[in-house]
């Protein structure tokens, strides 16, 4: 078995701040993505990689900056907040394409 | 693009009765999960079923390919089983999932 962290749990920033939320997981696998959840909008993607150094984007990505320096993790950067961000941001993992995926327990982001 | 379409939106139970959710969805799925996510807490996945009927615990998932439709029946549904249930389907190679907007249960004694 393996885990999925991310840190922080809760994030509160200021509009215009820059913000990086952290992802690490230990199952060893290729692939990573960020997801965001609105209420009443589901799951949308953001960022991907499918190795180390690889970045793929969704279709969300404007506004934020992703980074996969180690094949263990994953972050996501909001490259300048804003309010109508405020959302939950999760990080999941797979092995392979079409394989099992795997969520961490979320960063929930608060925009003062 | 990919779209998943959930039915119910939402369901109340009481302890004890089964439950069936819907899931359609526009093209053919490569993968298909289910995932349980309780108020305020992350995605747990249920089942990864993309062809046939696979069963865990009191959940059976049946999904028919060529129909583009899957389902998850809950057997004698619990308090526990309060939640959210979502379906999602894989996009194309590495690019992740798309999800339905999902099934809200509640669950009462």
């Known amino acids: 078995g393996g885990i999925i962290t991310q840190t922080p749990k809760f994030l509160i920033g200021q509009e215009g701040q820059k913000l990086t939320l952290k992802c690490q997981q230990n199952f060893n696998h290729d692939t990573m993505y960020w997801y965001r959840q609105d209420s009443g909008k589901g799951l949308r993607l953001i960022y991907y990689s499918i190795t180390e150094n690889d970045l793929q984007k969704g279709d969300l990505s404007e506004g934020y900056d992703a980074s996969r320096e180690k094949k263990s993790s994953f972050s996501l950067t909001v490259t300048s907040a804003q309010k109508n961000e405020m959302a939950v941001f999760l990080c999941?993992?797979?092995?392979?394409?079409?394989?099992?995926?795997?969520f961490g327990p979320g960063t929930r982001l608060t925009v003062l | 693009g990919q779209q998943v379409q959930q039915s119910p939106s939402s369901l109340v139970l009481q302890e004890g009765e089964n439950a069936e959710l819907q899931c359609n969805f526009s093209?053919?799925?490569?993968?298909l999960q289910w995932f349980y996510q309780s108020p305020g807490g992350s995605l747990v996945s249920l089942l990864s079923?993309?062809?046939g009927t696979k069963h865990t615990g009191r959940l059976t998932s049946t999904t028919v390919t060529k129909e583009r439709r899957s389902s998850l029946h809950i057997s004698s549904s619990q308090t526990t089983d309060s939640g959210t249930y979502l379906c999602?389907?894989?996009?194309?190679?590495?690019?992740?999932?798309?999800f339905g907007l999902g099934t809200r249960v509640s669950v009462f004694p």
């Open positions: 093209s053919t799925a490569t993968q």
């Open positions: 999602a389907i894989d996009r194309n190679y590495a690019q992740g999932l798309t």
């Open positions: 999941a993992s797979r092995l392979g394409n079409y394989a099992e995926q795997f």
């Open positions: 079923n993309p062809s």
